[in-house]
């Protein structure tokens, strides 16, 4: 098992391997469901906290990836008609409680 500073070295040299900051062209077919799924799936990722496996992989992506993420999600719920559904989901939920 990697420790966290071994597991951030790794996400970090994957991210950086070349070709990676290419752009491809994807060409999904999915039901809306699984978009606004997707979609939340994106939003709770980037709400990482810190201390959580998956914060070394943002951490090395770098703050544009998050962005870039965010970005596409928005674009997903857009194309597939959902924004307005999905605004109205999020205002339904209660506001997240600090810690």
Known sequence: ML??????????TLLS?????????LDLRVPRKNVLLLAK???????????????????AAGEGSQE???QISTELLSKAGLSNMNDKLHSLQ???KEK
């Open 41 to 59: 799936v994106i939003e709770k990722g980037l709400q990482t906290k810190s201390g959580e496996p998956l914060e070394g992989l943002l951490r």
């Open 68 to 70: 870039a993420l965010q």
């Open 17 to 25: 391997a070349p070709g990676m900051n290419d752009v491809v062209k």
């Open 94 to 96: 209660p506001p997240a």
């Open 3 to 12: 420790n966290e500073k071994e597991l951030a070295l790794l996400y970090e």
